[in-house]
Structure formats: structure tokens, C-alpha cells
């Protein structure tokens, strides 16, 4: 994928990703300088924000469902070292032109996650290359064997909100 397109893919994930958050009634704010927080969405009423930073890929689909992998800095992955809130994971199916899933993860939860991956994260500071598939025939989604289902279009940090 050319540097354009990286750019409008990411782009578009995190639109899809804001919208997700506007049609749950919440505010959202876009930093004006980019230092790896993508998104604020923002508690008006409680005057509180919380950082929330977007990964966009394609999806490449299989007879078995479907894979892909997700770039993240080791280092944002590490305790006392995030400098978002969450993690949300944008998949795009570009064959048939949908948004397939929003995987949206506490950024500790990711930490876990990962960990239990078996993932080394501290090996170096070097880009963790997260690989991500979904199994037809279980119809579960995984990071290598850790289960994340329950992590899937799952917004219920953020209730609607009723205005």
C-alpha cells in the first residue's frame, strides 16, 4: 500500500472510529498535533477526555475467515508508558467494502493481551507487528491464541448518551 493511501485508510478509520462516538452521543475532539493520541472523546457533562488512539488495516480474506496484522510501538504498549487510553483497531474489508470490526481495547488490556500472546515487548523499541484473525468456523477472533471476541465493536465503556 503506497504512503497516500496509508494516509486516507487512516484517515478513514478514524472517522469511522468518531462516528461510532457521535452516534453514542459523546463529543469528540482531534488534537492538532499528532503525538499519537488520534481522538479525545470527551465527557462534557463530567468535564473529563479520555485519549484514544486508532490503528486502520484491510483485512485478507480466506475460506477459514479472514486475517491481519496491526502495527504498534512496543513502547506505548509498556506500564506507565501509555500515553493514550485505548486502543481501537479499525478493519477494513476493502473486497467488499465494508467495516468488518472495532476492536477496542483499554490499552492495558492490549498489555495483557499481548503479553499472553507471548509477545516480548520489551525486546526493543522496534514496531510489534499484531496479527489478528477470525475463524469461521469457531466464530471467534484472535491475537495468535488469546480470544478477544468480547472485545469486538464492544463501546460499552462509552453508553449512549440522550440528549
Not at 498489555?111 to 525486546?123: C, P
Request: with cysteine.
Amino acid at each position: 500500500m503506497g504512503k497516500i493511501k496509508n494516509l486516507y485508510t487512516g484517515l478513514a478509520g478514524e472517522l469511522s472510529v468518531r462516528a461510532e462516538f457521535v452516534l453514542l452521543g459523546w463529543n469528540v475532539a482531534v488534537p492538532e498535533i499528532d503525538t499519537g493520541t488520534d481522538t479525545f472523546v470527551i465527557d462534557d457533562e463530567n468535564d473529563k477526555s479520555e485519549r484514544v488512539q486508532v490503528k486502520t488495516t484491510f483485512i485478507n480474506n480466506s475460506s477459514r475467515g479472514w486475517s491481519c496484522g496491526v502495527n504498534f510501538k512496543r513502547s506505548k504498549l509498556r506500564p506507565g508508558l501509555y500515553d493514550v487510553d485505548y486502543a481501537i483497531f479499525a478493519l477494513r474489508d476493502e473486497q467488499n467494502n465494508e467495516w468488518k470490526a472495532h476492536i477496542v481495547f483499554k490499552i492495558d488490556d492490549l498489555y495483557s493481551t499481548v503479553m499472553e500472546a507471548g509477545y516480548d515487548i520489551f525486546e526493543n523499541d522496534k514496531n510489534l507487528r499484531i496479527p489478528i484473525r477470525y475463524s469461521t468456523k469457531e466464530n471467534t477472533y484472535y491475537i495468535k491464541s488469546v480470544d478477544i471476541s468480547s472485545k469486538i465493536d464492544d463501546w460499552s465503556h462509552w453508553p449512549k448518551i440522550d440528549h
